[in-house]
């Protein structure tokens, strides 16, 4: 099977595309942080160049993940959000249903009571994904862990990262409260979903429990023996789901316990050079 990777060479992106590269023959794009040398550039914000890329590849899956996740970059710059998060949705799809294309959109679990214009965002291409005539999955993730081979997103783990290297200082809030979702898991919910032909699903992947990120540094970097510091940043709640390993197990599809994900974090970091494309 042939799946196209919109955002390949982003956070997320760069580890979906390295945790199924044996499992699928991929195409990946990226628009600026070029990767991979056999990635191809595209412009999600651009319709004729978004028409012709899955022209000429002719995926059977689009996964679609090319976006800015940033709500503080969202927040300031709202056109440019709207037409890469929201806009570009409209052009995937209308491509994808000329060409019998299934259509994998990777939300994010604020997308459940968005409260900012990124969150927004995501509902709104959740919504315009269920119109994918050949099947759609909308994943719903929330802040990720795990090394990816992008490593220089400014984002949660990245930051991890750095402090374990010594090039940040471990400071981490310790009041918002969020279920994380190690990028693995994530990888390995798609490919029970396209080896179990589950389509047309909203679909939460976490584990189950709340940390903070003060939390969840901390479980890591201690195995490194970096001792890490809290700041309460007073951080409004976030949306949480009760029941995700129900849902996942309905449909068959892998869990993760926390712990698991904690240890999986730790060896991602001791294995640093080998995550690469």
Not at 262 to 270: E, F, M, T, Y
Request: neutral net charge.
């Amino acid at each position: 099977m042939k799946i196209l990777i919109t955002g390949a060479s982003g956070y997320v992106g760069g580890r979906i595309f390295y945790d199924l590269k044996d499992d699928f023959e991929l195409v990946g794009t990226y628009f600026s942080n070029k990767i991979s040398k056999d990635f191809i550039q595209l412009d999600v914000t651009k319709n004729d160049q978004v028409k012709k890329i899955i022209q000429f590849t002719k995926p059977q899956v689009v996964i679609h993940i090319a976006n800015n996740p940033s709500q503080k970059w969202c927040k300031e710059h709202p056109e440019e959000a709207v037409k890469l998060n929201q806009d570009s949705s409209h052009y995937i799809l209308d491509v994808a249903n000329k060409m019998d294309v299934k259509i994998i959109y990777m939300s994010t679990m604020g997308a459940i009571l968005p409260k900012d214009l990124y969150q927004n965002t995501k509902a709104y291409s959740e919504k315009v994904f269920q119109n994918t005539e050949a099947g759609y999955i909308n994943l719903r993730p929330s802040v990720g862990i795990g090394v990816s081979p992008d490593k220089n997103e400014d984002n949660f783990f990245n930051n991890i990262v750095k402090c374990y290297k010594g090039e940040k200082e471990p400071i981490f809030d310790t009041s918002l409260k969020l279920q994380p979702t190690h990028l693995s898991h994530i990888s390995n919910v798609i490919r029970q979903c396209i080896k179990n032909n589950i389509w047309n699903k909203i679909i939460p992947i976490s584990v189950q429990v709340e940390r903070s990120r003060f939390d969840i540094a901390t479980e890591i970097l201690s195995r490194f023996d970096v001792k890490t510091l809290p700041v309460d940043l007073k951080i409004p709640p976030f949306n949480s789901v009760d029941n995700i390993d129900d849902e996942l197990t309905k449909l068959g599809l892998p869990t993760m316990e926390y712990n698991e994900a904690i240890s999986l974090a730790i060896n991602d970091i001791k294995n640093l050079q080998k995550i690469s494309l």
